[in-house]
């Protein structure tokens, strides 16, 4: 039935379809920012769960102030008896309100997308194209759905009483629709574009110092009744009278792991020490062996049972109860870093700094012996991120990133960041439940300054030089070590247990695995 015929002023009249369009649009605009913000609380939530609350908060507000007013805007029209095209004018302070929301909510997605992606950036040339490639994608999908939002504000304030914001605003719902799929085809194509294999130590250069092209595998021996747990340790080489040398600094280190069947008590490591490249061979004339032999070691801990130490061995006896263990006159320190220290129950990775530069032989005070722990020159303690300690503890499963403070490999060290991947799920390191610790999920010189504040340790790593000293010496390049060891001094209760044993394990930093 044909109504309103002969009444052209009811062309004035917007129709029900065309209300029911800008609830369609503004339901699916704000659906689709929401994604966008999902993407970027992924992003962010490692750099902090503060700046990822308000950065997202910020967007989704803007979101439903644009949301509200178009809502409101539609709402108004329906309702209204009298309302028509030509007083649209009358509401023009929500309209502007809803299309000024849109465009700063817009520009937010886009310029925080492309600010993190920016700055997650590192040397490695692959990762690199992999984000400048999807920092371009960010722009590309968000740039359209914003041009068109300006184009609405922009026609509807020169040109209020003409239909050609209209266009532009059904149009912009079909450009986010675009722009959301835009995304989620592209993820297939990246995939092929930058599908890379790992790459494996056996890939790096290096002639491995026993001739064999077989997995080299390290082991502990356990006790029986003439002696104790005897652990292992392994260094990677880059030929066969050099360690393989790492500079770490804005570099990712990345590794795979099963410690299903390492027990408490016992500790599967994987670290890197600032060991000479030869072992001490060009450094020390009586050091004939070198990095073939497997000299030079040295760590945060300044060991005593290292029997070649600057190619001499001076008053080392064996232990009394383990023949394979022992001490010396003096000590091997250097900078230390623990990419990961672990067993089944808990897991750590830890900076160690050392006044020192380089492999430094020790002896009386400066090795930090016994009641002198903290008088040495290494930081025995370290600063270390183990979840548990952390009051996380149901979080534990198992890379590592080393950012500077300007994105480039000759900065400042100023966050060291763990994360974990399980059936190829991304898996950000936890934050920490204590009070004053919330904000921190990774290793930073405040991070640690607050840790020991709250556990009441003594702040031996920034006495020492903080994560600058431990960024000059991954700068320096450090060498690979693994090892499988017991812990012949107080059982690994450092890692997975309450330490120290006679503390309330009820206080923060006690407790430290089950």
Known sequence: MVTNYFNPIELLRPTWSFVAQVFVSNISE??????????????????GKTLAVMVCSTIIVLSLISFSCGFAFAIQSLTSTDLDFSKVDQNSATLYISFGGEVLADIAIASTLCTVLYKSRT???STKNVINYLIVYAINTCLLTTV???????TFTIWPDKFIYIAVYFSL????????????????HLRQKFNTEPISMSDLPK???????????TEIIFADKNQKNIGSRVYLMQDQDNYQMFSLKNQEFTFDVDVSQLPCGLNGAVYFVSMDKDGGKSKYSTNKAGARYGTGYCDSQCPHD?????????????????TNAGSGTYGSCCDEMDIWEANSISSAYTPHVCT???????????????????????????CDFNSFR???????????????????????????????????????????????????????DSYCNAQKSLFGDTNSFEQRGGLNKMGQALQNGMALVLSLWDDHAVNMLWLDSNYPTDADASQPGIARGT
């Open 30 to 47: 704000i659906l689709i920012q929401l994604v966008f913000v999902k993407r970027i609380w992924t992003l962010l939530i490692t750099r």
């Open 123 to 125: 040397s490695f040339a």
């Open 148 to 154: 068109c939002a300006v184009a609405c504000f922009i």
């Open 173 to 188: 719902n079909k450009l986010y629709f675009n722009s959301l799929l835009a995304n989620l085809n592209s993820r297939e």
């Open 207 to 217: 002639q491995p110092t026993r001739p064999s092209a077989e997995p080299v595998n």
């Open 306 to 322: 290292i029997k070649f130490i600057n190619g001499q061995c001076r008053g080392w006896s064996a232990s009394p109860n383990d």
């Open 356 to 382: 020192s530069t380089g492999q430094t032989r020790c002896s009386g005070y400066d090795c930090g012996d016994g009641d002198n722990r903290y008088g040495g020159i290494c930081d025995k303690d370290g």
């Open 390 to 444: 952390q009051g996380v503890k149901d979080f534990y499963g198992p890379g590592m990133t080393f950012i500077t403070a300007d994105g480039s490999a000759n900065g400042a060290l100023s966050e060291i960041r763990r994360f974990y991947v399980q059936n190829g799920k991304v898996i950000p390191n936890s934050f920490s439940t204590f009070t004053g610790l919330t904000s921190y999920n990774s290793v930073t």
